[in-house]
């Protein structure tokens, strides 16, 4: 017997976790006075520029002593230009809970092959952040993406600490609180929590960062994206928007509108409280089901953006393959895009509540996910 679909339905199917879905009422037409054509180290394309960066450090707060730069190749490459660029000088401890922060492993361990110290957790999980000596440097994810596990604070991070943090905030900034006098380096990129363009990130650094830029040399040649110092001092002009290669004006223009989207909802105050708002829909609804959880089993370190979802029912025997089902068929009503668990993490969903994202869509979305979840469900029974 055929299930009966839920009436509602979300306006917008975007649940992607990046690129993440456009603010509400986004329009291509909002970009019409991007300078097109014209140099990004022209009057008009700096100016651009650095609107970029000032908007950044008045919606997150960030400290007026910090430098703020727009850097190559998206968040990946923020996090890879700080990690070649200051790690080396200390002892450092690498932290990852979710496949991101397992990549950034990889690269201080085999590329730059450091004698890190390396502390890991299962997905759903956190490492024992009380164990962390932030005398050494320390490399970790704000939030999993792939996990759905945030840091639930910084008070685990040492004020008068001798190492660095360097910290991947990407699906973090915008939506959760960062605590900048815990933060050397900060990098996020604007695809994800305020829904803009690929391919451009953000960089953020603390002066204790901007001294260890000045004062050390890595061992290792760097590529020409990767380098901030020149004679032994920090390139300034990246900080104020002159980019190291050439920035996309139409995707700093995007950026622009979504930043004056932001301030026009009431700033980081008002991005933070919708995502909460989408997350406690998201947790009604799974807990008054048996057949659903959250792959992060403790409240105090679950993501309000990337929200890991998994199937617990005992008659599902093929858990990637019914997850997956679940996903297409989501899809192919039109109700949910792009929801599957990332390819490294555990079966299931991944729903991304985020502030671009309507609280109401994701009201909707769930009594979908009921109805794709019994209609596979009767499928199983039907061939076994």
Not at 77 to 93: H, K, Q, T
Request: hydrophobic share 45%.
């Amino acid at each position: 017997m055929a299930i009966a679909k839920p009436g509602a339905r979300p306006e917008n199917p975007r649940f992607s976790s990046g690129p993440c879905a456009k603010f509400p009422d986004y329009s291509v037409t909002m970009l019409a006075d991007a300078p097109l054509g014209r140099s990004h180290r022209a009057a008009v394309g700096k100016a651009r520029l650095k609107a970029a960066i000032d908007g950044t450090r008045e919606i997150l707060g960030v400290p007026d002593d910090y430098r703020i730069g727009i850097v190559p190749a998206s968040d990946t490459g923020a996090v890879e230009m700080a990690m070649w660029s200051l790690l080396g000088a200390r002892p450092v401890e690498m932290l990852a809970w979710e496949s991101f922060g397992a990549g950034w492993v990889t690269d201080a361990v085999k590329q730059l092959k450091l004698d890190a110290q390396v502390k890991t957790a299962e997905y759903g999980e956190i490492v024992d952040l009380a164990s962390v000596d932030t005398d050494n440097d320390v490399v970790f994810t704000w939030n999993g993406t792939t996990s759905g596990v945030r840091v639930p604070n910084g008070d685990w991070i040492k004020p008068d600490r001798a190492g660095l943090t360097i910290c991947d905030a990407t699906s973090a900034a915008f939506a959760q609180d960062l605590p900048w006098d815990k933060l050397d380096v900060t990098t996020f990129s604007w695809q994800k929590v305020l829904g803009g363009e690929a391919a451009h990130g953000m960089l953020v650094l603390s002066p204790r960062a901007v001294e260890r830029l000045e004062s050390y040399t890595p061992p290792w040649p760097l590529p020409k994206i990767f380098r901030l110092t020149k004679g032994g001092k920090l390139i300034e002009g990246i900080f104020v928007g002159e980019t190291i290669n050439t920035p996309s004006m139409l995707a700093v223009e995007d950026y622009l509108v979504a930043l004056d989207w932001a301030r026009s909802v009431g700033g980081l105050e008002a991005l933070k409280a919708r995502a909460d708002a989408s997350l406690a829909v998201v947790a009604d609804f799974v807990a008054g089901r048996d057949w659903l959880a959250f792959l992060a089993s403790d409240p105090a370190i679950r993501s309000n953006t990337s929200v890991c979802l998994t199937f617990t029912d005992a008659r599902i025997a093929d858990g990637a393959g019914f997850a997956k089902a679940v996903a297409k068929r989501l899809e192919a009503e039109g109700v949910a895009l792009d929801i599957g668990a990332y390819r490294d993490a555990p079966p299931g969903l991944r729903i991304w509540c985020g502030g671009t994202v309507e609280t109401a869509d994701v009201a909707a979305l769930m009594p979908w996910v009921e109805w794709a979840f019994e209609t596979e469900i009767a499928a199983l029974a039907e061939t076994a």
